[in-house]
């Protein structure tokens, strides 16, 4: 088991933008909280997706993201990024993410989460603020995945500073993209 802690805890609600001339409706953008937050079900309290096919639902509740990759993106850019940029509702750090793979339980005080899918880059990242440079955001993988979408195993309350114990998978039941096999 290795430990790692959460440096911020970020949600948001869909909105509609103007992107290459038509109107979408997107949740990328997830700001900081404060205090304790509710992980339950599908979702953070506070929080939701834009698109369900694609992001949230139950294999897909918790959106996690390496803090260690804003100091490549601040250097890439040549400016800080807040936590929560990434469309990620925990930003954690001191974790070995070579090591996270569907199957593995991530353990937050009383909430156990499980990661089902790691989560390739997307087009509303790029548009929400790479200047719609897709090529720059695809290119930053680390060699491997630093996000992960999770399912809830255990509901509670998370907050900025809650340790993060990783255990390795058990036998998992999980194919690549989440899904009980």
């Not at 959106?63 to 490549?72: P, T, V």
């Not at 880059?121 to 993988?141: L, W």
Request: with cysteine; aromatic share 8%; proline share 3%.
């Amino acid at each position: 088991m290795t430990a790692g802690s959460i440096v911020s805890v970020n949600v948001g609600r869909p909105r509609q933008v103007e992107w290459h001339g038509r109107t979408v409706t997107t949740a990328i953008w997830k700001a900081p909280v404060r205090g304790r937050v509710l992980v339950e079900g599908i979702n953070l309290a506070g929080d939701d997706q834009a698109d369900r096919r694609v992001h949230g639902g139950e294999t897909k509740a918790v959106y996690a993201y390496a803090a260690e990759d804003y100091a490549w993106w601040a250097g890439e850019l040549g400016e800080e990024i807040r936590p929560g940029t990434f469309g990620e509702n925990l930003t954690l750090e001191g974790l070995d993410w070579s090591r996270l793979r569907p199957g593995v339980r991530l353990t937050i005080g009383n909430v156990r989460l499980e990661i089902t899918k790691a989560v390739p880059p997307c087009r509303t990242i790029a548009a929400s603020f790479v200047d719609g440079d897709f090529g720059r955001v695809s290119q930053k993988t680390h060699a491997g995945w630093s996000r992960f979408y999770c399912r809830v195993l255990t509901e509670g309350n998370v907050t900025v500073g809650d340790r993060v114990v990783m255990e390795d998978a058990a036998d998992s039941t999980l194919d690549g993209d989440g899904r009980t096999v």
